[in-house]
């Protein structure tokens, strides 16, 4: 069994893939040391070590901090994972993804494979507010659940979406046509996907396609990354 779990700032959630039928969600986190761990977290990661300024993570063993027994079979970016995830679910396609949530971030798929992840978030000149990752301007200022009134007024989804639109536009290898937009401030607030699309009108805007119940796709794309990567279930 794979078990995948993905970690951010408004909890985790836990999706076992057994060897037959569906994939089981369960919110939280449950580690389980006969199944195969991987984990996809927000911030930077270097060689399994994980460093995320809105988990309060620094060279962190993401494992070990969510109090799992066992280190991680593997250890995703979550915004990558979502992105691989986006893709599998969708065939194979290639797409830009941004994942909305208490944080920004983003990941470019081609090709089946993530040419570009840790996009967008911390991206400058979009305020003059200082980021939670101490830097100033960056677009979580003005697009991450941290920094925005909840609920979100129609105005602030307006302003948020042309924030986010500025920087696809901005980034050289977000190529694709197709943008995915995903995270909790995204399923909360569903009139981002027309907001975007509005400010997008060159490319296809689509919300997840991640199953009911499911934070995003990262756990699919854990799962089809540990496919090629050899990692077996336990």
Same mark, same amino acid.
């Given at each position: 069994?794979?078990?995948? #779990?993905?970690?951010?700032?408004? &909890? ?5 893939? @057994? ?6 969600i369960a919110n939280g986190v449950h580690c389980e040391p006969a199944s195969t761990l991987l984990l996809a977290v927000p911030g930077i990661i270097d060689r399994g070590r994980v460093t995320a300024s809105n988990l309060?993570? #620094? +060279? /962190?063993?993401? +494992? ?6 066992? @280190? ?14 986006? *893709? ?10 941004? =994942?909305? &949530?208490? &944080? ?22 979009? *305020?003059?507010?200082?980021? *939670? ?11 991450? &659940?941290?920094?925005? @009134?909840?609920?979100? =007024? @129609? ?18 290898? $977000? ?21 975007? /699309? ?5 490319? =296809?805007?689509? $919300? =997840? ?7 995003? +796709? ?10 090629? +990567?050899? #990692? $077996?279930?336990?």
């Open positions: 069994m794979l078990t995948c #779990i993905e970690a951010g700032g408004s &909890g985790a959630q836990t999706v076992r893939f @057994p060897g037959e039928g569906e994939p089981l309060g993570w #620094i +060279a /962190a063993d993401p +494992a070990a901090e969510l109090g799992c027994p066992a @280190p991680a079979a593997l250890v995703m970016n979550d915004a990558e994972a979502a992105a691989l995830g986006e *893709s599998v679910l969708r065939g194979g396609r290639d797409l830009v993804l941004l =994942s909305v &949530g208490t &944080g920004v971030g983003g990941a470019v798929v081609v090709d089946g494979a993530v040419i570009g992840a840790n996009l967008f978030g911390h991206a400058g000149g979009f *305020s003059d507010r200082t980021c *939670s990752c101490g830097g100033r301007g960056c677009l979580e200022t003005v697009a991450a &659940g941290w920094a925005l @009134p909840d609920p979100l =007024s @129609p105005d602030a989804a307006v302003a948020v979406a042309a924030a986010l639109a500025q920087a696809v536009e901005r980034e050289d290898l $977000a190529t694709p046509d197709l943008v995915v937009i995903s995270g909790g401030l995204a399923r909360r607030h569903p009139q981002l996907v027309k907001e975007l /699309a509005r400010c997008l009108p060159r490319r =296809s805007v689509e $919300a =997840s396609l991640a199953p009911d119940g499911a934070k995003s +796709a990262a756990a699919w794309g854990l799962a089809h990354a540990a496919l090629e +990567a050899g #990692i $077996a279930r336990s």
